[in-house]
């Protein structure tokens, strides 16, 4: 039983409470269930359109978790459910955001689902066109170092928007300049419909680093404890003026693309399977179970808490009023 | 003469030209087993090949930049970029390269290429899937900037940006796609690119627009022929190269001109539009000309009321036709 | 006040806003040691150290989107373009982030920042570094974009670009950077952006510019002067936001308006500009609007006597005035 | 004195007869000649602009030596005078293309010098914006495969320039559709007055392939042979279907980077002259020199012969006539 003890013991190995991996356990839990509930809203026409992260909660809760929200910054992408709730924003943030009211802390209800960023969260605004926001992060790192602060910069994308131009120009800058940067690649397999092997050829989007002089880190996605330790690794460096890390966190779309999408027609129904018995919440509840943290008793009321909360919050987001027509012509500049 | 859709009209054009040139091909994302997110290419993977049928990275720059040279070499790439919104990043090689190729190399090395792109707004698209671009392309020579209205030359103007020796970017608003379906040649069918059609004559204003404001200022003018109002509306077709000498003609015809394009107004195609009349027919007019556009904010947003805020349609647009008739 | 050339003038306005505000820094290529390929930034990286005046590497979309990063967190970025027509790899992160992230964090996050590019020909700088872009940037909500004539104005508008908390292009005539020069105020000097200036008050014919045509206009105008036309001349020194009140009052004096740019004709600014008049001043006019521009081809070539025929002079543009005067 | 034999033998190895390393010692030569000739141009105020190839002439005829120009292409960079010339273009074109004439077969004057391109010589017309050469030359082997044609495409670029996204863009399509076509850096150590721990932080821009999924390359750019000798490595692999290879060839600019500029502010004396003794041209000369191939008296007829020659093509283009200014409005389209 020695493995097991030893097994048991690798949150606490990482510095991690008992109360925190719970905590990290719920975030998880909370994202899928506002995912799972915006694609009822979707199916039952209350909101236009949905992108989901189902399958990347766990790296994503796993990678903000490492960071300290009251000091750190994030340039998530449109994914990021995880990594948003993770930084302080609560499931009512996001469904005013899906239904795009006014109190949208996200974008006020001008932009699509996904698009997150509030300065008061310390996300930064994101945009559609992918890997725009490579560069922004390396810019928020370079003003961390002009300044002597000591925050971090996350920055997350796909692996197919790792071959974007502002994915190279980005991590070149940060490296040449060693900023506090960490580039969080979630290798999902697929870019919309285009599978990996036809987005790239290297075996993994993290040997891109050496390229640009800073460490390439791989890390399976499901094991979210793994994720938690290069996260703090890579912000450790980051911190100590080492310079940036690329991370590639190997998981998986349980989802199509997004709402407008049908995956049938490019992958099969039991590769998705498979990779749901892999699903990295799954795999952390095992992990929890096992050491005795996540009893059923403990999981339902997790549950039953988020149910409530997700239930009031697309209630409230249902009911809230949507920014006036007018509204559109503000903000252009500054007043 | 088959009844289709605007986008099997694409389609269309795309496989009749790929059947009987072997240099044809397409290129961009998702456009394989995919079949485009909007399912333009659909089928085309299972009857040419992904060789033909190509998904490429994720990178828009590449994509063209890889299509210039192929077409450098004398194929022919017909290259799809999923949003026009997503055209940016290969503004330098669009306008640097493609543009530029033949003038720099003294008529040597040519660009013979296609971009395919949907563009427009309405569609719960927000910032960055409702955009209209052609303003950013329609001041740069060397490029043709083609937006059909009509499914019948949506597959005309499409075989013949496929045949024209020079790059040019076709322009498909996405609101249209399923919602326009007219009367399609069946065979072979080009409509030459630069020629504006006239959609309605008319004897009291004139109405210059392109794409799905076409369809709206023709609901618009059914409205204000209820009204004794007679409407002239001008197609562009193509807004690089302008057909001007029809620009001015429908001008000349009402002396009272209303320009509408979804795009916001400032800097927009309507300005090159109106200036053409004011330095070409100033003397016949009886009206200010008039241009109707989008409001001037980056773009529009996701909520459904302030999209509509945003977007122009038949009934903004019979408004504005309304004053100057009553001008 | 100290005569000064545009160039020194320039710097001079970087130069007092990075010693009053720690946050304003520089950062582009060859911008340090070697002071910009202009030497624009000469002397620079001595006074404030290689962090404030920071050479980046070699890639554009990066310079800009760092900028926009540093701008989000409060900092407030210069960034130098070696050349406008080297912007284009940029154009993504200019129109879809730098323009659109007060807009679409609803007033959240913002980006002050300015990218200053040297623009315009006539130095045997062929198709790639004589390019004018402005047109590309007019057209687009949620920038602002800047020419100045002047060596005061270079100073003033730049001033209050930096400390604008909006984006601003900053766009340089490289021609003008050592061939004007002018009364500068030493101290503190800000222009607001967006007002027009009146260079010339006539009363024939009026002209309507901006950068160094203004100069060729105000020589063309001496030169009309001894034949008896009295020009009235109209700098725009902003092209976004435009000064539409000066445009048409400048208009309305004389009812005869010539717009010139050294851009190319179609799709340029001058369209607008026009557009503008025909909108809100027809009736005032008693010729039709002219517009004078470059050629509609891709770019100037580098063969001296082609440069020559591509660009605009004051000869040119006397011709211009004088045919509208007698009209 | 085995060590010599083998030595004097290198070339053979290659499979290069005495004739054949000659006439790449020619080629470096006139490149090197009518480069200077274009600064004594430049400073007599006779032409605008020079943009030079001094010190790099070794790698980039080495490089395009390894090619067959009749059936290969290329898409150079504005420094490869060498590759042009290799390629076939005559000094008499370069200086017709220097002075802007009507005659210029790269664009008819209507280009800055170094902006080469002949469809006759197998070069593709290149812009000044750097890099975006790349992704075509990607394009141009795309139909090589897509045609079953077996010709190679090589492209050159500088190492500042191994930063712009088109670099990024163009390697990876390249590698994931394993297409015939060699990527050629010419790593100077300055882009401008940037120098390279300013542009990049790996050890070597070869190691970027890596990201690519193909094999990278460093070589001495000023031993001749061994750049010949990974060229034809890489043109054989290409013309087998493995794909692409990049190759870094370390070199230097012993010009300031053009007549505009001014090197003295960024970079001491001492390190021109040091790469001066290292110049490729004159290892090279020692290599033939020692093989007893290039004897004195040979030597002096080939520079007699390229003064003659570029006497001649000077003065040709000198008097050649320009393109007639109305000309500006022709081939913006086909006719
Ligand atoms: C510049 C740009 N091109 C195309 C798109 C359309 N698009 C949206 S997401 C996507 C695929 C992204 O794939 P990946 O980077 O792997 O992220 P994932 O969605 O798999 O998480 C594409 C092509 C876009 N948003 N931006
Ligand atoms: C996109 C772009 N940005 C800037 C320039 C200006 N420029 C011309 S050459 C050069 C440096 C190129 O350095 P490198 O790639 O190392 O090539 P080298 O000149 O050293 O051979 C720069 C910045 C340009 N031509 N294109
Ligand atoms: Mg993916
Ligand atoms: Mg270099």
Same mark, same amino acid.
């Given at each position: 039983m020695k493995g097991d003890t030893k097994l048991l013991s690798r949150h606490q190995e990482l510095g991690l409470t008992d109360d925190q991996v719970l905590r990290m356990y719920e975030l998880m839990l909370s994202a899928r269930m506002v995912d799972e509930r915006m694609w009822l809203l979707n199916r039952s026409g209350k909101i236009p359109f949905v992108v989901s992260c189902q399958g990347q909660e766990g790296p994503q809760v796993a990678a903000a978790f490492a960071m300290d929200p009251s000091v750190d910054y994030a340039a998530p992408y449109y994914r990021d459910l995880g990594v948003v709730l993770a930084f302080g924003q609560t499931p009512r943030d996001v469904f005013l955001h899906m239904f795009a009211r006014a109190e949208d802390p996200n974008s006020g209800g001008r932009q699509m689902p996904g698009h997150y960023g509030s300065k008061k969260h310390h996300i930064l605004s994101g945009s559609s066109p992918v890997s725009t926001q490579i560069p922004h992060a390396v810019g928020m790192a370079l003003a961390a170092k002009m300044r002597g602060e000591s925050f971090v910069t996350y920055v997350s994308f796909g692996e197919g928007s790792s071959n974007q131009g502002d994915f190279h120009e980005g991590c070149n800058f940060a490296g040449v300049h060693k900023l506090p940067v960490i580039f969080f690649c979630e290798n999902n397999r697929y870019a919309i419909s285009v599978p990996l092997q036809k987005q790239v050829a290297c075996e993994h989007v993290a040997d891109r680093a050496i390229g640009y002089g800073f460490p390439g880190v791989v890390v399976d996605g499901n094991d979210v404890l793994e994720v938690y330790r290069v996260m703090k690794d890579a912000i450790l460096r980051a911190r100590n003026g080492q310079g940036p890390t690329l991370i590639e966190a190997m998981t998986y779309r349980l989802t199509p693309h997004s709402s407008d999408d049908d995956d049938r027609v490019y992958r099969t129904k039991e590769e998705v399977d498979e990779a749901k018995r892999n699903d990295a919440i799954a795999v952390f509840r095992t992990y929890l179970q096992n050491a005795g943290i996540l009893t059923e008793q403990r999981e339902t009321s997790i549950k039953n808490k988020l149910v409530e909360q997700i239930n009031e919050a697309t209630e409230y987001a249902q009911n809230a009023i949507d920014p006036s027509p007018e509204s559109t012509l503000l903000h252009v500049y500054a007043n | 003469m088959t009844v289709k859709l605007y986008i099997d009209a694409i389609r269309d054009a795309m496989v009749q030209e790929m059947r009987s040139d072997p240099s044809v091909f397409v290129l961009g994302e998702d456009i394989g087993l995919r079949g485009g997110v909007f399912r333009v290419t659909q089928g085309m993977i299972e009857e040419f090949g992904e060789q033909r049928v190509m998904d490429t990275p994720l990178a828009e720059s590449g994509i063209v930049g890889v299509a210039i040279g192929a077409a450098a070499m004398g194929l022919k790439p017909i290259a799809? =970029?999923?949003?026009?919104?997503? =055209?940016l990043p290969a503004v330098n090689q669009i306008i640097s390269e493609a543009a530029k190729m033949r003038y720099r190399s003294n008529d040597d090395w040519t660009c013979p290429m296609v971009i395919r792109a949907p563009f427009g707004g309405g569609v719960h698209g927000a910032l960055y899937h409702s955009q209209s671009l052609e303003a950013m392309f329609y001041h740069i020579p060397g490029l043709k900037v083609v937006i059909p209205s009509t499914a019948a030359d949506a597959k005309g103007l499409l075989t013949a940006a496929i045949r024209d020796p020079d790059p040019v970017l076709f322009f498909e608003h996405k609101g249209m796609y399923r919602s326009i379906r007219d009367d399609v040649p069946d065979g072979e069918h080009v409509v030459p690119i630069g020629q504006a059609a006239v959609r309605r004559v008319g004897t009291d204003i004139t109405v210059i627009t392109y794409g799905l404001m076409v369809h709206y200022a023709m609901q618009a003018a059914d409205e204000l022929e209820k009204e004794g109002i007679s409407t002239h509306i001008l197609d562009l077709r193509s807004i690089l190269p302008l057909d001007k000498q029809a620009i001015v003609d429908s001008a000349k015809k009402t002396g009272k001109v209303l320009v509408v394009h979804e795009d916001n107004k400032t800097g927009g195609v309507g300005g090159e539009i109106s200036a053409i009349i004011a330095e070409e027919a100033l003397f016949d007019l009886d009206a200010p000309i008039v241009r109707l556009g989008g409001p001037d904010v980056p773009a529009m947003a996701f909520n459904a009321s302030m999209e509509r805020f945003y977007m122009l349609n038949p009934a903004k647009i019979a408004d504005s036709m309304r004053a100057l008739a009553a001008f």
């Open positions: - | 799809e =970029i999923q949003f026009v919104d997503f =055209i």
